[in-house]
Every structure is written in structure tokens, then in C-alpha cells.
């Protein structure tokens, strides 16, 4: 006969749970051998274990036990550690509101795990476990305002529904890597308000179906998405609006030749430092990356971009590359306004933008970080970016003055670029006067009072001198002062030079004083540019 130990064995007790009383009380762990299944132990008794505290400083350890029955901990306070190791269950555990030690299910089959406002003072492992519901609610781990004080392991965990740590603490990592979590009727995960104090890895064959939620979160570590897969049908992939990264976050992005991509929503959220690996940016120039950062409102501290040391680039890329600078405080930066600016922050009209528009203000978000670590040449590249991608979006009438402010003045943002034009301008009509003076397409205008015919190419005391530098500079002036070396001179109309030199007489002012006054409403701040 069995010994009674406060009212917990019985007659009715088993062997096994006779074993596994006394190899709790000893502080043993009981393994279930492979030849003794299906062996189950019911959850009435190892609660009530539980509730007795029969057990020694190892808590209850018990490795590949069938649970049958509700294991319900409701409000208990488990003063060891609980660890049921291979086990399956035939309903899903609760814990809500339980003051937990040390919560260990790894490896552990159950169609649902409620953890509610529970309590852990250590860990929360569930590596390699595997939950799917049967009751048809869609939720798989409903661990809703839980507070884990130490790490919560998640890796290679499988759980078809939703995983939901809606306002969780955990106070060191949380762990998916590896991970497979679908859901079809709503987010795979959800960690909205939740609060991680370490770092959140997302990465490494993580699997998300059905998207990932993390709105309001506040991660003190790092945000790693490196190698996740996240998708959903019905809306973001990733939602992080309002959240805050003290540290890294880092997303893994490809270029892909075909297939819809990934839409990322992170918007008014602050990330330490914002790093986006390009794993394979061998085909950038012809392809899309696969997923869409919606960065409208988002701020960080620095930024950095370059490829994974793993990838191949081909010739056809090297254009990318051209673009780089040296940010303060951080490694070298490799930026490609032309095209990977395009791909993240443009090509969000593919994303469900509203009416079908485009995000300019994570240009502008983009511009700010970088003006702030020192690179000023690079953020003038990326509003020049910004504005060209607006002009495209515009209608067909409003763009060539649009694309004039581009080519003269950079936007206002390169205003010497028209003093660079109207060099080239006045050289190019002085050269086409040089030519021309040679086969007879400038000859001397008629003066009043004289019979003498000067040659251009002879001068004279006689006569004003030629010269084809004076006559390009004077076609600037000659709408209002009329000069005397000048004047003199005029187009032949006989000759095809002389056509040539009457059309740039015409064409150089006209040229020459559109690119002044746009020099000067960029001056005066009569062309408006966006500030960071």
C-alpha cells in the first residue's frame, strides 16, 4: 500500500505517479523509457503535486509523460521549477496568473498554452515544442500582459494560430530564431505594448504566416529580422508603428525578378540604428527588392547599407555603388540614392498607399539622420532623389518646369550648377562664332557715313575688332545695352554659318537668362526646397 503524503496518493494511484512523487520529493527527474508508452499521468495529479509543494529544489522534472486531462496552475505559486520535457497533452495547460519559477516545455506537444498574467522569475522555454489548437479559436499562446524576468526561448517552436504576448515584459531576449508560426485567421504574432528589455531575433529561418505585429513595443536591445520570412495575405507583413529600437535593427533585403513584395509598416517609430543588408544585390539594377519599408514619420539615429559579405555582384551592378560616404561614428557607409532609395522608399505606390500615392516624408526622415551624422552631400543626393520620384508622379503638364529647376538648379539644392551651364553655354556660342567668323557667317554691319567693307579676320583702327568672345557676351546684354564691338558684326544671311550664328543669337540670351533668374529665385528662396 502506498503512503498517504497529505491526501495526495491513494489507493488509485499508479506506479508511474508513485514514481513520480517520489522522485520529486528527492529532487530526481522522472523519464518515461520509450517501451513504457503510451504511459499517462493525469493532470489532476501532478496539479494537486503542484499545489501540495511535495516537491525538493529541482521542482518537478518529468520527461515524456502523457499529460490526460486539464493541467490547470491557475494562481499557484510554483515555488521550483516546472519542467515537462516531451510531453504531449491532450488539453491545452493553464497558467494564467501562476507565480512561476521557471516555466520549461520544451519539446512538448499541446493544442494550446494559456500563460495569462503569469509570472516568471527565470526563464520561459519552449524550444521545439509544438502547439496546435483543436477547438478552432486561432490562438495558440495567449500570454496576455505575462512577465518573464529572464529570456523567453521561442526557438524552432511550431504553433499553428496565433502567438500572443500583447502587452508581455521579458526581461532579457526573446528568442524566435528559427520559428515556424502560422496563422490564417489573423497575426502569427502579436507583441503589441509588449516590453523587451533585451533584444528580439526574428531570424535564421524564422517563419511568420500571417504577418507579425509589434505596435507600441520597446525593444532595449537589438530588432534582427536577418533571414525571416514574413508573410501575409490579408495586410503588413510587419507592423512596428510606434515602436521604439534602442539598438539595431536590422532587416535582410533581396532583389527579386518577380512575386509581390513584403510590405514592412514601421511608421513614427525610432530605431538606435537602422542597417539594411542586401543579401544578393547581383541583379539591383533590373530587378525589385522583395520587401517595402513604409518608414512615413520614423526616426534613427544612423543608418547603414551594404551587402552581405556572402553576395556575388556582377558588372551590371557596379553603377550602384557609386555613391558611398564616410559616416561619422559608423563604418562606411554604401548608399545608392538612384536605385535603392527607389526600391525601399518609392516603390511603396506598390504597397496600399492611400489613393495611390507615394511617401515622400521618409525621404525627408532618411535626409535628416544622415544631415545629422555629417553626411551633407549625401542627404543633397537624396532630396534630389526625392523630388525627381514626386515630378514622375505629377501630371504630364506640370513637369517640365519640374524637371528645369532638375537640371539648373539641382531643386535648390545645387544652385552652382547653373553658374556650370552658363559657362558651357557662353564657351559652346563663342566656339560656334570662331567656326563661323571662318566661313564667312559674320560680316560687318553697314555704319552710317562709311563706305569702307572690314574683314573680321583683319583688324582695323578703322573699324571695331571681332572677337568671338565679346560677340557671345554681348548676346547676353543686348536685350538692354547695345555695345559698340558688338554691334558691328552681324549673321550673313547668304551663307548656312550665318543661319547658325542668327538662331544662337537668339538662343543664347534666351538660355543664358532663364538660367540666371532661376539662379536667383533659388537665391531668394522664390524656388521653395524641402528641408530635412
Known sequence: MPQHTGGLLSNETSALEQRIHNNTQAGKPTCIPHRDRPASVSAAFLTELLRSRTYGERGLVLIGAQITGQFDCSDLEITAPLRLLSCSFDRPPILARAHLRLLDLRRSTMPGLVIDGAIVTHDLLLRRAKIKPTNGSGTALSAYKLIVSQEADFRHLVAQGGVRLLGATIGGQFNCADATLTNANGYALSMDRAEVKGGVFLRAGFTAKGGVRLPGATIGGQFNCNGAKLTNEKGYALTMDGAEVKRDVVFALRYVS?????????????????????????????????????????????????????????????????????????????????????????????????????????????????????????????????????????????????????????????????????????????????????HHGIVATPLAGTSFVPNPLKGTSRYPTFSAWNYAFGALLSPFVHLPGVDAWRANATTGWGLVVRITRWVEPVVLWTLVLTLGATLTGLVTRDRP
Open 258 to 438: 518577380n512575386g509581390e513584395p513584403s510590405v514592412y509598416r514601421l511608421r513614427n517609430a525610432h530605431f538606435g540604428h537602422l542597417n539594411l543588408a542586401l543579401s544578393d544585390g547581383s541583379n539591383c539594377d533590373t530587378s525589385q527588392l522583395d520587401t517595402i519599408l513604409l518608414l512615413e514619420g520614423t526616426t534613427y539615429d544612423s543608418l547603414d547599407t551594404k551587402e552581405n559579405s556572402g553576395s556575388q555582384t556582377s558588372g551590371t551592378s557596379s553603377w550602384c555603388h557609386k555613391w558611398a560616404a564616410k559616416i561619422k561614428g559608423t563604418s562606411e557607409l554604401e548608399q545608392f540614392p538612384g536605385n535603392l532609395y527607389r526600391s525601399i522608399l518609392i516603390d511603396q505606390q506598390k504597397a496600399p498607399a492611400p489613393d495611390g500615392g507615394i511617401y515622400p516624408a521618409t525621404y525627408t526622415t532618411t535626409s535628416r539622420a544622415l544631415r545629422d551624422v555629417g553626411s551633407e552631400q549625401l542627404t543633397k543626393e537624396l532630396l534630389v532623389q526625392k523630388n525627381r520620384q514626386l515630378n514622375r508622379a505629377r501630371p504630364a503638364l506640370a513637369r517640365p518646369f519640374s524637371w528645369l529647376l532638375d537640371i539648373t538648379v539641382g531643386y535648390g539644392y545645387r544652385p552652382r550648377l547653373s553658374l556650370l551651364w552658363a559657362l558651357v553655354v557662353y564657351v559652346v556660342a563663342a566656339m560656334l562664332f570662331i567656326v563661323a567668323v571662318h
